[in-house]
């Protein structure tokens, strides 16, 4: 073996430590016998695994943070599936505008997304909390929304829509009984993958966030300011295998990867 | 309504945008009839049918069934069938379903959309696949699933586009006297969109050929093969040797040409490469092609008229390329054109 021929199989072994290897180290530290977050882990145990369920403050941003990506996914589903119709099926003026504005939040940082929404909406219009983190939370996940519902709506051919109309269907009627059942796959995998990354967000939840009304991420970040104990690694790790366990389900059921 | 006018365009113009594509259309069909629309694509035959189903707004002009007036009628009310050139199945529904699709939103329900969906399954002989899905059906299998469908429906037009086109030799065969029959059964008129000649004289009792969103020619089949009026139909149908007149004399590239016998009022005269005949004749060529089809060899010459397709029998002594030939074009088999375009 030339070091040239050892070259990519360790280059790749290097990228799936760097990837991989925080997340082995979370879980690792989520089973420590020790009061503080450490790795190596000192001893075993499920003790700090058990705690994360009786922190009073967890299970309410956890409820918020649920809330949040069910509420604003659904939401950004409402507004974007018709949208994603519109530019899919009609030739309208300033569709690309439409396109890259409703895109601009996956490509625009989220700490810029989080301020511009506390300057100009939250702050003059006196936005409550709860509210502020819905309507950020169903902006951020609408360009998925769109991208996803677009790519299934662009796989079907819309002759079905006009066959439909001539058996007798009004053009809404078409909508809901070919067009819908047509990409159920694409919409349950846009919400799903708004779910995630709802669920997952920081920065934008962080600016908006206020007393007693916090997500789940943003209350872990507050926990660990204060208490430096494994159970925010516990509760990683939890989220971690839910999500895990979700995009899992939705790859063996809806062909995932397909939409995405 | 007269017998002659089941359906009739009137003065119909339809545009897209502001590029017209159809202008001032007038025709006229009968009760039970079999239409074909032939022309080259961009000859707004399809737009014409689009306009006849009401999937596209009429400009001006009108469209009248059986007795209405359904320019504004949208294209639900209509009664008006289209078996799309891709099918158009849908493909979360089975089989039945697809053909029951229909008839539901009418509200029938139980057992007689039951009958109604198995008769018609059963009239394009695929009963059996009732519970398969489209994705599941070979394309044969699925046009007739279409065909089913829109018949069931019992239409008082079916358009067809372009039914035959996604076929394969054998099954057009076979479709086609599907749609003869289907057509003998239920005396459904039937309007299909092509731009293959061939299917449109195999099928269609009368034949409107289309050009840049007029009417070129409307005729029977033997009339537009044999009785072309005009040099663009002419050509289409496979007269490959074309002239204008000029004076009563034949506009060639060595010059005017007198014929004699030739029709007096024409505008230009067509033969087809089976009309010229080779070996002898007032005109000499040089063989620059042949090819050879089976029963019969074609040649391509270069004249002093211009180049020239002639076409005999296979069991005629063959000619190599680079042969000086004579030639004639005989006028009394010309089809005489009343316009060149």
Known sequence: MTLRSLFIPITLLLVIAFLIGPFLIIVAASFSAGETLAFPPQGFSLRWIAKVFTVESFRASFGMSLFLAIGGTAAALILGIPASYALSRYKLPGAEIVRTVVSAPIIVPGIIVGLALLRYIVVPFQVGITLALFLAHTALVLPYAVRVVSASLDNLRSDIEEAAVLLGSSRLGAFFRVVMPNIRGGIMSAFILGFVTSFNQVPVSLFLSGPGVRTLPVDMIAYMEIVFDPSVAALSSLLAFLSIGIVFVAERFLGFSRYV | ?341
């Open chain 2, 1 to 341: 309504m007269s017998d002659a006018s089941y359906l009739s365009l009137e003065k119909l113009t339809l545009a897209y945008g502001d590029s017209v594509a159809v202008a001032n259309l007038d025709l006229n069909i009968r009760k039970g009839e079999l239409i074909a629309l032939l022309g080259p694509s961009g000859c707004g035959k399809t737009t014409t049918m689009r306009a006849i189903a009401g999937l596209l707004a009429v400009k001006s002009g009108h469209v009248r069934l059986d007795g209405a007036d359904i320019t504004r009628v949208p294209a639900n009310k209509r009664a008006v069938g289209l078996m799309f050139q891709s099918y158009a199945l849908f493909p979360h529904l089975s089989v039945y379903e697809n053909v029951a699709f229909g008839l539901k939103l009418k509200g029938m329900r139980g057992p007689e959309l039951e009958t109604k969906v198995q008769s018609g399954l059963k009239s394009v002989g695929l009963s059996t696949f009732a519970n398969r899905k489209p994705a599941e059906l070979s394309g044969g299998q699925q046009q007739r699933v279409a065909l089913a469908r829109s018949m069931v429906m019992e239409p008082k037009v079916l358009l067809l586009d372009e039914p035959l086109s996604n076929l394969d030799a054998r099954l057009r065969l076979e479709m086609r006297t599907e749609l003869q029959r289907v057509q003998k059964e239920t005396g459904v008129t039937m309007i299909f969109v092509t731009h293959d000649q061939a299917e449109a004289l195999a099928l269609a009792d009368r034949i409107v050929v289309m050009k840049s969103g007029k009417i070129e020619q409307i005729g029977s089949p033997e009339d537009i093969y044999n009785r072309p009026t005009s040099s663009f139909v002419a050509d289409f149908v496979g007269f490959e040797n074309i002239f204008p007149l000029e004076n009563g004399k034949m506009k060639t590239s060595a010059g005017l040409i007198d014929l004699s016998g030739k029709p007096p009022s024409a505008a230009g005269l067509a033969w087809r490469p089976r009309m010229v005949s080779l070996g002898t004749g007032p005109f000499q060529g040089t063989v620059r092609g042949t090819s050879f089809a089976g029963d019969s060899r074609e040649y391509l010459l270069d004249t002093s008229l211009g180049p020239i397709k002639a076409e005999v029998e296979a069991s005629q002594p063959a000619h190599a390329l680079g042969a000086d030939l004579f030639f004639d074009l005989p006028p009394e088999k010309a089809a005489p054109l009343l316009r060149f375009v």
